[in-house]
């Protein structure tokens, strides 16, 4: 199968500051990247879903400006908490979609998460 | 409308006993489903998904599913469970083969 990586692992932050987190394809070409959040002993959420070269489009309730969703190429997408403050604590999973002509196509790989610890 | 019901949120095995992992889902078309596992630290891996074809669903490492329409019911089967299995496991249903929709989880527990 195909690898997601994400950056970094886990992170701490205070209040009020922001942070960037990276998801990557590191051996195919996602045209379309899923952010979701997952809170401890719950599901995963649905964040917002971006594809290459375009503006994310977000699911309802989850505020654009404060979740800013980059997908600047086929291998990155990057998600910028901003202003992050406790409540945004969370682990956040990055998934990528190939879009290419074979097996896997359409199908969804994750990344391992980032979890983000607020202060 | 999509939604997904995991009936336990914990099970607990022995070793070498048959697992079983309940699924009931809701959805307004023909669905696709999916079972993903997702250990400590680790991304979600997907063990096997239903897109219309055989009812029957064979995965990795020995698991499989039944897609039984009439009970809205794809749960998760193995055989004999393996100490490697202890996870948590996830049942996901598509409606558009696009958007996922998540179970609550079932966290696997495999004692010796």
């Known amino acids: 199968g195909a690898v997601v990586s994400q950056h970094p692992s886990w992170v701490i932050c205070k209040s009020g500051t922001s942070v960037k987190i990276e998801c990557r394809s590191l051996d195919f070409q996602a045209t379309t990247m899923f952010w979701y959040r997952q809170f401890p002993k719950q599901s995963l959420m649905l964040m917002a879903t971006s594809n290459e070269g375009s503006k994310a489009t977000y699911e309802q309730g989850v505020e654009k400006d404060k979740f800013l969703i980059n997908h600047a190429s086929l291998t990155l997408s990057t998600l910028t908490v901003t202003s992050a403050h406790p409540e945004d604590s969370s682990f956040y999973i990055c998934s990528a979609r190939d879009g290419g002509q074979h097996l896997f196509r359409n199908e969804q790989f994750f990344g391992p998460g980032t979890r983000l610890t607020v202060l | 409308a999509q939604s997904v019901t995991q009936l336990d949120s914990h099970v607990s095995v022995s070793e070498g006993t048959p697992v079983l992992l309940r699924c009931n889902y809701s959805?307004?078309?023909?669905?696709?489903l999916f079972w993903y596992v997702q250990h400590p630290n680790k991304g979600l891996q997907l063990l096997l998904k239903?897109?219309?074809?055989?009812?029957l669903v064979k995965g990795i490492n020995g698991f499989e599913a039944e897609f039984k329409k009439s009970e809205t019911s794809f749960h998760l089967t193995k055989p004999s469970a393996h100490m490697s299995d202890a996870a948590e496991y996830f049942c996901?249903?598509?409606?558009?083969?696009?958007?996922?929709?998540f179970g609550k989880g079932t966290m696997l527990l495999v004692s010796p």
């Open positions: 959805s307004s078309y023909s669905p696709s």
């Open positions: 239903y897109t219309s074809a055989a009812t």
């Open positions: 996901v249903v598509s409606d558009d083969g696009s958007t996922l929709t």
